[in-house]
């Protein structure tokens, strides 16, 4: 059943296209006002007038337009930090760069936007925040060391801020998906083919066999848990790691 968040004012990240965009349209069907913020802008202004929003174009990687963004958005009563980056080397081939900008945008960024909203949550006696991290931060794979490490700390941080907030009103909650059907899925099958000679269909199918049920996921799989965890009937469910991955990684 969808929760109703009419009066409420949601903030997704990365809300232009993916996942991200499936939140928004999500949200907004349950009556919220959602902010889509994104890099970029015709993306953010497509999903933010079909769905009546707002749309803000936000680099996560500048903190002092980050800054100022959180000042001017003011106060918002739902965080979806979905935003993310995802590179992949070998420790050999790992350099500084790669791993402070994958940090940055799904680490850091995701701390200083609830660091700047969560405290007027806690005052108005009411917020949700869902972290959307994935399997990866439960778990390791190869070549994935920047991006396994940056979505173990948002787990890590999700867990532990849930025992500052739990008398607050505020619930924080970190969703882990497996291989989502999206651009940047799209973009991972391309490289795997092109490096490994396969053609497209072969490196598709290394992804879906990923998931024990043999596909990838659909963006609304993960939308209906963002949705499900903002129900006031959901106030129970927090700190959790929630996992969508068909079974691959059991906890």
């Not at 879906?208 to 996921?217: A, C, T």
Request: charged share 20%.
């Amino acid at each position: 059943m969808q929760p109703n968040l009419t009066g409420k004012r949601a903030l997704v990240t990365g809300g232009g296209r993916g996942i991200g965009a499936a939140c928004a349209r999500e949200l907004a069907a349950a009556g919220a006002k959602v902010i889509v913020a994104g890099r970029t802008a015709a993306q953010n202004e497509a999903v933010a007038n079909e769905i009546g929003g707002e749309a803000f174009t936000l680099d996560l990687l500048d903190r002092k337009a980050t800054d100022a963004f959180i000042t001017t958005i003011g106060t918002i009563d739902i965080l979806v930090n979905n935003a993310g980056a995802a590179e992949s080397a070998p420790l050999e081939k790992m350099t500084d760069e790669i791993w402070d900008k994958i940090m940055e945008i799904d680490a850091t960024a995701p701390y200083r936007l609830i660091r700047g909203f969560a405290p007027r949550m806690v005052q108005a006696g009411w917020g949700r925040i869902v972290n959307i991290a994935s399997n990866a931060g439960v778990s390791g794979y190869r070549y994935s060391s920047a991006y396994c490490a940056a979505k173990h700390a948002m787990v890590g941080y999700t867990r532990a801020l849930a025992i500052d907030l739990a008398r607050t009103g505020v619930t924080i909650n970190a969703i882990c998906p497996g291989w989502v059907q999206t651009q940047i899925v799209d973009e991972a099958v391309n490289r795997i083919a092109e490096k490994t000679g396969r053609s497209v269909e072969e490196a598709r199918k290394t992804l879906e066999v990923m998931n024990p049920q043999h596909r990838l996921l659909d963006v609304t799989e993960v939308s209906h848990a963002v949705s499900m965890l903002c129900a006031d009937a959901a106030r129970g469910i927090h700190g959790q790691t929630l996992v969508i991955d068909g079974g691959a990684i059991l906890k």
